[in-house]
């Protein structure tokens, strides 16, 4: 049971161009959203984040937007570089129930291609 | 000024060995994961010290066992290789309270 539902799989924007990801979860214990960004040969490295108090939040070109009664976030990647291309993983993170540490749950990835 | 790191970076063996991955973290945290990602990309936990206490063991074979020796490492020692382990793991650390996950570069394990 995948409990972070991502899409699209991969995504090819032009310079430019907005990038749109997508994702959805089913458990509401969920109190924090990161996305992630990894590069190829690279760990995945924090982007951006965002709380549930909050329905937006943005970042430079990066923006979070957040649906708490659909249970749904998104990012958007405003003026897409080249650069920007990588694997980009939504998350969800919840108190583990054993104690006070959290556990964070990743989307399956979506690799974003910029053409120039 | 490496944050987390691990070692090997490559690591090529035939099935049916036994092979360790070390991870070190130089933040000042107190927990530590080991993820797994296959060849689509999927990251999914295996395990998570908080001060060298099991905290998140998820559905792994006995073939895994974690070791924390104290709160700055977390090896992962794997039994028996399958053609199956063949994946990057990544070690990652956070505080106890939460906040950005670390990730380490990954170590790439090929069983043949």
């Known amino acids: 049971q995948q409990q972070v539902k991502q899409s699209p799989q991969s995504l090819i924007v032009q310079k430019g161009g907005i990038s749109i990801i997508n994702c959805a979860y089913e458990?509401?214990?969920?109190?924090?959203f990161p996305w992630y960004q990894q590069f190829p040969g690279k760990g995945p490295a924090l982007l951006i984040a965002i709380r549930p108090d909050v329905s937006e939040k943005k970042e430079g070109r990066f923006t979070i937007s957040f649906n708490k009664s659909a249970k749904q976030f998104s990012l958007h990647i405003m003026d897409s570089q080249p650069g920007d291309s990588a694997t980009y993983f939504c998350a969800a993170s919840k108190q583990v129930s054993s104690g006070s540490a959290r556990q964070l749950t990743f989307g399956s990835g979506t690799q974003l291609t910029v053409l120039p | 000024d490496t944050a987390v790191s691990q070692t090997p970076k490559y690591l090529v063996t035939q099935m049916g060995n036994d092979k360790s991955i070390k991870c070190e973290q130089n933040?000042?945290?107190?927990?530590m994961y080991w993820y797994k990602q296959d060849s689509k990309k999927f990251l999914k936990i295996m395990f998570s010290?908080?001060?060298?206490?099991?905290?998140i063991n998820e559905t792994v074979p006995n073939r895994f066992s974690p070791k924390s020796p104290d709160k700055a490492h977390l090896n992962l020692h794997i039994n028996s290789l399958e053609l199956g382990d063949s994946a990057v793991y990544f070690c990652?650390?956070?505080?106890?309270?939460?906040?950005?996950?670390?990730f380490g570069e990954g170590s790439r394990l090929t069983v043949l």
């Open positions: 010290y908080n001060n060298k206490e099991l905290i």
């Open positions: 990652a650390s956070r505080t106890t309270v939460g906040g950005e996950l670390f």
């Open positions: 933040l000042g945290h107190d927990t």
């Open positions: 458990n509401t214990a969920f109190d924090y």
